[in-house]
């Protein structure tokens, strides 16, 4: 989360091995059709649509489009709190995405086992060093867990940040790797409040697990990420988070 991150790091840390396995309750639901998409995040006109299939093309991640939904408040309300909102579960395509990221070299489990690859100082001093670029518009870290059989067992825990161009001769040597995810389809969920380990966050009602079965989606089990697009560590720590479930 940043190097405002670390002042909270160990707090985080008691919270994270209390209750990572309590939040990642993440399981199937049923299918739905694109046609059911909402109009207000995103709006159908922010994507064009493929005339012989009749579904959206897929999208690249722009954090100035989610910024500018949370500011300007074109969201649906799923439920808020005295400082926090979690917004309705929408759908996105997006098109293949390349990240620079730590990685496990091994599935691990929740809990403590993630907090090696959570401190990314290493990695933007790498990136740095290497004039290595986040992309243009592009969250500020990215958590992915690859579930290796079902979601909440053991995965290939990865951390980093979305990169367009890196010179590869500079990673065998490193604890860095290029991940590539092919297209993808999510469930999308809005967090905008608190961290879990704050005062009066509301992490713990997202509930994305519900919220994703009621609107019909149906979880492959296959990943869940975490996008930090906006940290409010100075302010009313209004973090803007978006939790994404890939979904058939």
């Not at 086992?113 to 001093?125: C, K, Q, T």
């Not at 004039?131 to 059989?149: A, H, K, M």
């Not at 994703?212 to 209004?238: C, I, P, S």
């Amino acid at each position: 989360m940043g190097n405002f991150f670390k002042p909270w790091f160990s707090n985080f840390c008691l919270w994270l091995y209390a209750g990572l396995n309590l939040l990642l309750g993440l399981t199937g639901c049923r299918k739905q059709f694109i046609t059911d998409y909402p109009n207000s995040f995103p709006s159908l006109n922010d994507y064009t649509t493929d005339r012989e299939t009749h579904y959206p093309l897929r999208i690249t991640m722009k954090t100035s489009h989610v910024l500018s939904i949370v500011d300007q408040k074109k969201y649906q309300v799923a439920e808020t709190g005295e400082e926090y909102i979690i917004t309705v579960p929408v759908v996105k395509y997006y098109q293949p995405t390349q990240f620079l990221v730590k990685s496990s070299p091994e599935p691990i489990q929740l809990g403590t086992e993630m907090l090696p690859y959570m401190e990314l100082d290493d990695l933007r001093f790498f990136m740095k060093k290497y004039q290595i670029v986040r992309g243009f518009d592009t969250p500020e870290e990215i958590y992915l867990y690859n579930w290796v059989d079902e979601a909440q067992k053991a995965m290939i825990f990865q951390t980093g940040v979305v990169v367009n161009q890196v010179n590869t001769n500079t990673l065998p040597s490193t604890k860095f790797k290029l991940v590539h995810l092919p297209a993808l389809k999510v469930c999308s969920i809005l967090y905008i409040g608190p961290f879990p380990y704050q005062k009066n966050s509301g992490w713990q009602k997202i509930n994305w697990e519900r919220r994703a079965a009621e609107a019909g989606y149906k979880y492959t089990e296959v990943l869940y990420r975490e996008l930090y697009h906006r940290y409010d560590f100075g302010g009313r720590n209004q973090h803007v988070t978006e939790i994404e479930i890939s979904i058939d």
